[in-house]
């Protein structure tokens, strides 16, 4: 009870969402816990509240008017340091890599428990504000893969290759992540497809072929001879450790 009394004290949340029932909803159980509430109609509206107010943490909508969820996350990520929960009716897995890609650090979908909201709020707080610099060599290697001169940052899903950030798609990110984690594995175009995509392979589909050259694009130093990721005809591709060195 005593750390959860220090998780709530003095702790300002705000609810930027357009449904006035979810606002209050989350306004009657946060303010139960002893949470200060702010709360905003539009993304613009949350975005001026953060400007004036000190806020602790964001529950976010991503479906709002004036500035949309994304939008309002990445001033955020530009400008603030706090944590960001997404609240939204829209579930695709391409919404929330999107979300959690821009800076968010959890996804909720809609419709939900109240209960699990609050639960998820003050697992944030404690690791944004209670546990931060604890344990940071066991942190670090959750958060990032590195893979020779290649470092996959999965808070900010983005790559940084021989230091310099290149921004990265939800798609391009999971690809990567893919091939990061299994360096020198093959991966068939059909384990890849339904990895990244989360949907049954299409044996005519060109659709990873297209997101590998997208990602060569990005990754490689020269596309047309890449060194990085790796075509194994007939079979796959690879990201290769062994053509990674810096």
């Not at 602790?56 to 530009?78: F, K, N, T």
């Not at 944590?83 to 979300?99: E, R």
């Not at 590195?146 to 290149?166: F, N, Q, S, T, W």
């Not at 798609?169 to 690809?175: A, D, F, N, S, V």
Request: proline letters at 6%; a negative charge; one cysteine or more.
């Amino acid at each position: 009870m005593e750390q959860d009394t220090r998780l709530v004290k003095g702790r300002t949340i705000l609810i930027a969402d357009d449904e006035s029932d979810i606002r209050e909803l989350l306004r009657l159980f946060l303010e139960r816990e002893g949470y200060r509430v702010l709360e905003a109609i539009t993304g613009r509206e949350a975005w001026n509240i953060l400007q004036r107010e000190p806020v602790d943490l964001a529950v976010v909508d991503i479906m709002m008017p004036e500035l949309d969820g994304y939008q309002l996350i990445a001033r955020i990520r530009e400008n603030h340091r706090l944590p960001v929960i997404i609240l939204s009716a829209k579930t695709g897995d391409v919404d929330k890599v999107t979300g959690l890609g821009l800076g968010a650090d959890d996804f909720i979908s809609k419709p939900f428990s109240p209960i699990e909201i609050v639960a998820r709020i003050k697992a944030q707080l404690r690791r944004y504000y209670e546990l931060k610099g604890a344990e940071p060599a066991q942190r670090s290697e959750t958060l990032k893969t590195v893979c020779g001169p290649l470092m996959l940052d999965h808070e900010a899903c983005v790559l940084y290759k021989r230091g310099e950030a290149i921004s990265l798609g939800p798609l391009e990110y999971k690809l990567l992540r893919l091939l990061m984690e299994a360096p020198g594995r093959i991966f068939t175009k059909r384990q890849i497809y339904e990895n990244v995509w989360n949907e049954p392979y299409l044996e005519d589909s060109n659709t990873v072929m297209v997101q590998i050259s997208r990602l060569r694009d990005k990754l490689e130093d020269d596309p047309r001879e890449p060194r990085f990721l790796i075509t194994i005809k007939g079979l796959g591709y690879k990201l290769d450790p062994r053509d990674v060195a810096p």
